[in-house]
């Protein structure tokens, strides 16, 4: 099977569906996961042929973050996912291990991760959610929903229970650094450690910074 004529076919496909409206779901955020997952498969040694259209295809159907279907994003897309391939004649026998791969790296969907490729293509989707980038896309996606940077009141959660749909700072206590602790792989936990790293300078930055205007 040559791998790299379906990836030609992968990012075609893609470009029609990733939002130029949401930055944090634009092309360059497939292209990033990609690049990750390929670079976790190999060093896990996992299966290519389940690990890349699994990576290109993971958000195969767009829901908004604030819509109350989010949950049910991953299973679509697994589902429309796997139709396109068999369009596209990608190999059926790779099918169930590829549904399995897209339905399980959504965190809002809490579903049990059963094989090495899934745990490659979660690690791969949440480490784009973390360090610079992942910054980058929490404010984009803030932006969006128009909520603002901080709270005027403890804006870093030392004493107040996190509020992410009210400001886009609590975003990193909800679900961010717990994501840091949720990634499978050895290799997917090294690069997770550094990219926390670099987001709790930025608050230590932008708790400096803030400071005496709270």
């Not at 932006?143 to 886009?168: A, H, I, M, N, Q």
Request: hydrophobic fraction near 40%; charged fraction near 35%.
């Amino acid at each position: 099977m040559n791998l790299t004529r379906y990836e030609e076919i992968f990012l075609e496909k893609v470009r029609s569906i990733a939002s130029s409206e949401d930055p944090a779901h634009d092309i360059l955020h497939f292209k990033r996961v990609v690049r990750t997952a390929k670079l976790i498969c190999e060093k896990e040694g996992a299966k290519p042929e389940v690990v890349v259209p699994a990576a290109w295809l993971h958000d195969f159907v767009i829901i908004p973050k604030n819509d109350p279907r989010r949950k049910e994003a991953s299973r679509l897309s697994a589902q429309a996912a796997i139709r396109f391939l068999d369009e596209i004649r990608y190999p059926r026998e790779y099918f169930d291990e590829i549904a399995h791969a897209i339905e399980a790296h959504s965190f809002s969907a809490n579903i049990e991760t059963k094989t090495l490729e899934a745990k490659v293509v979660q690690d791969a989707d949440r480490l784009d959610g973390l360090g610079a980038i992942g910054i980058a896309r929490c404010f984009a996606t803030g932006g969006l929903l128009k909520r603002p940077f901080y709270s005027e009141v403890d804006p870093f959660c030392d004493e107040r229970e996190g509020d992410d749909s009210k400001f886009t700072i609590d975003h990193f206590f909800v679900k961010l650094f717990r994501v840091a602790e949720t990634l499978k792989t050895e290799s997917g936990r090294l690069e997770g450690r550094k990219r926390v790293e670099v987001m709790k300078r930025f608050l230590e930055s932008l708790r400096e910074e803030i400071r005496d205007s709270i």
